[in-house]
């Protein structure tokens, strides 16, 4: 069974309600593992339009540790900047 953390980040977010966002889309809740799970076990879906699951795995995981740098303030190598722009 995929478990998949949205529901817990929107329930966090409501325990201080002036950080509240405005959305009511839970897709933006998701975070790159979670879209890596949700493509691996739908992966019958979006196989003919991504064609190689490992290669789409691979840069959610390089775009999380992208996120996760800027997340915490950390200014990126020229390398993750290319990578960006790439993705």
């Not at 840069?59 to 990126?76: P, T």
């Amino acid at each position: 069974m995929m478990h998949v953390k949205h529901p817990e980040r929107k329930k966090e977010e409501t325990q201080f309600p002036w950080q509240v966002s405005s959305t009511k889309n839970n897709l933006e809740y998701l975070s790159f593992p979670d879209l890596s799970k949700i493509l691996a076990n739908q992966w019958d879906v979006f196989k003919e339009i991504l064609k190689d699951q490992k290669q789409i795995d691979l840069r959610l995981n390089e775009l999380d540790q992208i996120r996760n740098a800027i997340g915490h303030c950390r200014i990126l190598t020229p390398e993750s900047i290319t990578r960006l722009e790439q993705y």
